[in-house]
Structures are given as structure tokens and as C-alpha cells.
């Protein structure tokens, strides 16, 4: 399995695997990254969803570097990063899952079906981002993997657990958005004054627990 490099500026190279996004690939990545800091030539690296963006120190010849890092990734094992495990709260349907119904339809299941099958697995997260506080999951069933909204709603509340296509994750704070809202949390996923301030980080691990069901 070999990673595809490419220049995204003139100090960032950024490294990428094929989809799909597959926890074994995102330890290695993370097993990958902290060899990557390691390099006098790295100033940062970020882990993404199935990449790695290495930021340079300026003057480095990229060229050579990007040699290196195929030849670190090729002998880089999937690690065994073991972070936190968090139960995340969620209230399912009415007024704080607007999209509950339309997901159940999308599947010809009951609303109790998705609920069951959302609250069923144990996601890791993958990767932080859009949002501070907002994690990307991974492990969201495929008989629930569901399309985007056709139409973003301009203004998605804070807490809002979503799904968009075979991810699920929740927005720290209002933003517009394009994932289907079936259920909100009142979990303080970021807060400024902490340290650290993300409630989640990559490598944890999450459940979605019924706080209740509403009509």
C-alpha cells in the first residue's frame, strides 16, 4: 500500500492513500505522523482523513524529502494508540433531529431502527476539524451510511449529531451545514478555558447513549 506525495505549496508536501478511510490505515497514519516529527527537515504535521500534510522548514529540498517519507511509511507498522472512551449523550428526534424521520425513510427502516443501529457501534475518531471540537468518526455502519441534504440548512444548532455518507459527528458549534440531524447533545465538546479544550480528540473512542426519544 503504497502513499501518493504531492506538493501543496512550497514548503508542504501531502501524503494520501486511496479511499475508503479504514481505522488500520488511520493508526498507521498517526504511527506515520510521530515518526514525521522526528525529522529535522518537519516544522508540523497534520493528520487529516487518510493523509498527512508535513509542513517544512523553509529551504528544504522537497524532492528528497518526499523520498524519505515513502521509505519511513514503508517500514511505519499501524500502531496501537489507545486514547479515551467517551459516552456521548444524545436526545433523538422532534425538534433536535429534524432528519430522523427522512433518514428512516431513506432506509425503509422505523426511526427506532436508526437509533439502534447509531447507538449499536463503538467509533474511533479519525480526525478534529472542521469545527475546534468537531471529530470525524469512524466505524458508522454501512446500513446507515446516508447521503448528504440536498439543500445545507444556513444554520445547523450547536450539539447537532449528524450523519453525512458514511460518516457520523457532531457540530461544537452553530454553523451552516449539510448533514442529516437526527439527534443532539448537550456534551460541552470545546470549551475555551479547558485544557485541553476539545472534549475528543483523535484515537478516542465514542459510544451515542439514548438520553431520550422525542416526537
Not at 501531502?14 to 490505515?25: D, F, G, I, V
Not at 529551504?59 to 511505519?76: F, N
Not at 500502531?79 to 436526545?91: A, E
Not at 472542521?130 to 444548532?157: C, M, W
Amino acid at each position: 500500500m503504497m502513499i501518493e506525495i504531492n506538493n501543496i505549496s512550497e514548503n508542504a508536501l501531502c501524503c494520501t492513500l486511496p479511499p475508503p478511510a479504514e481505522l488500520s490505515k488511520q493508526q498507521r497514519w498517526w504511527a506515520f505522523a510521530d515518526s514525521l516529527q522526528a525529522l529535522p527537515e518537519i516544522a508540523e504535521v497534520v493528520v487529516g482523513m487518510n493523509n498527512v500534510t508535513a509542513f517544512t522548514h523553509y529551504g528544504t529540498d522537497l524532492i528528497t524529502l518526499s523520498g524519505s517519507l515513502k521509505e519511513i511509511w514503508e517500514r511505519t507498522q499501524a500502531g496501537h494508540h489507545q486514547g479515551r472512551h467517551v459516552d456521548i449523550p444524545v436526545v433523538y428526534g422532534g425538534e433536535f433531529g429534524e432528519d430522523l424521520a427522512e433518514v428512516a425513510a431513506f432506509h425503509g427502516i422505523t426511526t427506532a431502527e436508526v437509533i439502534a443501529r447509531h447507538t449499536a457501534p463503538t467509533y474511533t475518531v479519525f480526525m478534529m476539524g472542521f469545527q475546534p471540537g468537531f471529530p470525524y468518526l469512524g466505524g458508522l455502519p454501512e446500513n446507515l451510511h446516508t447521503p448528504r441534504r440536498a439543500v445545507p440548512r444556513a444554520s445547523v444548532p450547536a450539539g447537532s449529531v449528524g450523519i453525512g455518507g458514511a460518516q457520523t459527528g457532531m457540530y461544537p458549534f452553530a454553523s451552516p451545514g449539510g448533514w442529516q440531524i437526527i439527534g443532539r447533545t448537550f456534551a460541552p465538546l470545546f470549551q475555551a478555558a479547558a485544557m485541553p479544550p476539545t472534549l475528543l480528540n483523535a484515537g478516542d473512542t465514542v459510544r451515542f447513549v439514548v438520553e431520550r426519544i422525542e416526537k
